[in-house]
């Protein structure tokens, strides 16, 4: 259309009675509000109120027990909660002493040659530390069983503390662990003229720092003895020149003391720029540092987060080592045992955040935290444009729960420019006859268009016959019938959530790394049905959904219920996807009839290099499998088996390799990120 032929007055007069019916929803919310706050005002200056502080409080606690019951969704989830931390407790005797190397281990170690030995530098950062603390570290370091390591440290300790700092670590510089084979000690050690901060301090340690490879250690805590080997070991076998690995918490002295575990999933962007995951302990290339800067002073506080992101942008090979490697003391003071101590670091973080994105071209987006935690981000970006959304629902049947569906889309959106495209195959009854009438005549005919896959010749057999059904046929044909720039693939079961969904799935979907983005879906419950999508987790060993049958307000395994992050894949439930990719994969795989065409779809658009999305803050219902039934017996369980064969054979090489955002070390059998406790021997030598 050219702009001669667009009628400007009617798209005027449109905005304005939309902007009118939203200032008027604005004022009647204003008055509300005014009213509540005039009675609660009354409410707390009342000398009744006053005095029932007490009682109030004991009230609160036990409001609070009893959310915390329910976030688990029922007593059966408290009890499955309970047996998570009965399997995580059994898994932490693993991850401690127990797991450093046998002598036997060690030998072999130590006398491991490889094609490269590059010198890795540690840098540390002394700041008042105590000898305890200060032991501890050197300690770790001394034991590696890789040798060729240098221990950087610049102290800039007050004068109180400096003496006795000083002392340890120039007794630890004359021992023969210390050495280098030609007698030269590997410990350098620097006492600055003044406190710097972290990230002061730690630039003059890299001052010191002759290392091809340079880590980053904090002074209060511990590294596992093998963690130089591994990674060194990823050097020569991936060509790392960015390694990290999973970490533990503990309190105390005593590493066996474990608070939490982080295992983490491979490198994954959405997830850093809403959470620093990676963290500790990170070795990188020192060429990544040409042309930028260690730690950046502006951003104390989460200096780490800065550096990580500017660090992996650079990286070309990005390595996870999905073994516990690090131990991070929790003491009071330290960021491990609470954010609170270190409040200033919730802006810095957001503000490396921001950085981050600014230099990828993002002008206009909003950092806010989220419920599970201070320094875990809600990234908002920028909708461009008012792009045209196809919204695609197969259907056969099932009039009550198309309209719940349709009515939901219609009266929770904000997002106007879309259109709804029922693709019709197989119904006979009158009532959805009646439905399919209402909509072609009723208020939403401009909206809803409904086709018939059966009317049209080519969908039929050669003998005029209705061939079985296949979903992947359907959604194709009803994509191919629609004409929005954005497709979304929407089951008939779901009702609509949150108010500007579209728009969160569609900040994702603009994005030209991204593939498929899909919403969080619930069961009428409020449990949890879809979270994203992981390989080859559950009986079969194709693929599941994560947090699978948790209570909706879970925070999830380190709070991934609660921020954006990339995944394997995501369900055609609710799945948008832009038309140029959909159709640049091939739209969905006709060979998987009903089963895992998603998935496998999604996989599709990760093998041409896009990310898939899993956003929380999508969010709907989810009536599963009303319209064609669960797979568990019968034909429908033959059918599923033959398909998830296939699914298996056709991608065995990336299910060999495992879920990239699902850390091996975690049950396949259990959709709770419970550890795999059994195989933990297994893992230990990979």
């Not at 706050?37 to 000398?47: G, Q, V």
């Not at 720029?273 to 540092?289: E, M, W």
């Not at 042309?291 to 200096?303: A, I, M, V, Y």
């Not at 900040?507 to 999508?533: E, S």
Request: glycine residues 6%; negative net charge; charged residues 30%.
């Amino acid at each position: 259309m050219s702009e001669k032929d667009f009628d400007f007055k009617a798209a005027y007069e449109k905005e304005k009675l939309k902007s009118a019916d939203l200032a008027s929803r604005i004022a009647e919310l204003e008055d509300k509000n005014s009213e509540l706050e005039f009675k609660l005002s009354r409410i707390k200056n009342n000398p009744i109120w006053k005095a029932s502080t007490p009682a109030r409080n004991a009230m609160h606690f036990t409001i609070r027990q009893i959310d915390r019951v329910r976030n688990q969704g029922s007593v059966k989830g408290v009890i499955a909660k309970l047996k998570y931390k009965q399997i995580e407790k059994k898994a932490m005797t693993h991850y401690g002493t127990e797991s450093f190397p046998t002598p036997e281990v060690r030998k072999e170690q130590e006398e491991a040659v490889f094609a490269k030995m590059p010198k890795i530098s540690i840098l540390v950062p002394l700041y008042n530390t105590p000898e305890k603390f200060l032991r501890d570290m050197i300690e770790s370091v001394l034991v590696q069983t890789y040798s060729n390591w240098q221990l950087c440290l610049a102290d800039g300790s007050d004068d109180e503390h400096v003496g006795l700092v000083s002392q340890i670590v120039n007794e630890y510089m004359k021992e023969e662990r210390a050495l280098d084979k030609e007698g030269n000690c590997k410990i350098s050690y620097k006492k600055l003229e003044k406190n710097e901060g972290i990230s002061g301090n730690t630039n003059h340690c890299l001052e010191l720092a002759e290392g091809e490879y340079v880590g980053l250690f904090d002074h209060d805590d511990i590294l596992h003895p093998e963690v130089l080997y591994w990674y060194v070991k990823a050097i020569n076998e991936e060509n790392a020149d960015y390694i990290y690995c999973d970490e533990t918490t503990f309190k105390g002295d005593d590493i066996n003391k474990m608070i939490t575990m982080h295992f983490k999933p491979d490198y994954a962007i959405d997830n850093l720029r809403a959470n620093n995951y990676i963290c500790h302990f990170s070795v990188f290339k020192r060429t990544l540092l040409e042309g930028t800067e260690l730690f950046r002073t502006k951003f104390d506080g989460s200096q780490d987060h800065d550096m990580i992101l500017r660090l992996t942008d650079k990286a070309e090979h990005i390595v996870h080592i999905p073994k516990l490697l690090y131990y991070w003391r929790s003491h009071a003071g330290s960021v491990a045992s609470d954010i609170s101590a270190k409040p200033y670091a919730i802006e810095a973080a957001k503000g490396a955040v921001a950085d981050h994105l600014r230099r990828h071209g993002y002008d206009h987006f909003k950092i806010t935290s989220t419920r599970a935690f201070e320094t875990i981000f809600k990234i908002s970006y920028e909708v461009v444009g008012t792009p045209k959304v196809s919204i695609v629902i197969p259907n056969c049947e099932h009039a009550e729960d198309l309209r719940r569906c349709i009515d939901s889309i219609y009266e929770k959106s904000v997002y106007d420019n879309y259109e709804i495209i029922v693709v019709e195959n197989g119904s006979k009854g009158s009532e959805i006859k009646g439905y399919y009438d209402e909509l072609k005549s009723g208020a939403l005919k401009d909206i809803v268009k409904v086709v018939d896959f059966y009317e049209d010749k080519s969908n039929l057999n050669p003998d005029g016959s209705k061939p079985k059904f296949n979903y992947s046929k359907v959604v194709n044909y009803g994509v191919k019938a629609s004409d929005g720039e954005y497709i979304i693939l929407l089951n008939n079961d779901t009702k609509v959530i949150t108010v500007n969904w579209i728009e969160e799935l569609l900040m994702y979907a603009q994005r030209a790394d991204v593939g498929a983005v899909g919403g969080k879906l619930y069961f009428p419950d409020r449990k949890i049905q879809h979270a994203g999508v992981v390989l080859k987790l559950g009986a079969h060993r194709t693929a599941g959904h994560s947090h699978y049958g948790q209570a909706g307000m879970n925070l999830g395994y380190m709070g991934r219920l609660c921020y954006a992050q990339d995944v394997s894949a995501v369900t055609g439930a609710c799945l948008m996807v832009s038309r140029k990719k959909y159709d640049e994969v091939g739209g969905l795989d006709e060979t998987f009839e009903v089963s895992l065409n998603d998935v496998d779809f999604c996989l599709k658009l990760r093998e041409k290099g896009y990310l898939n999305v899993f956003t929380p803050f999508a969010e709907m219902f989810h009536y599963e499998s009303l319209s064609r039934g669960l797979d568990l017996e019968g034909e429908n369980a033959k059918r599923y088996e033959d398909e998830s064969e296939h699914f298996r054979t056709k991608w065995k090489e990336v299910l060999d390799k495992g879920d990239p955002y699902y850390n091996p070390n975690f049950s396949l059998d259990r959709s709770d990120y419970s550890l795999n406790v059994e195989g933990y021997s297994s893992l230990r030598d990979k």
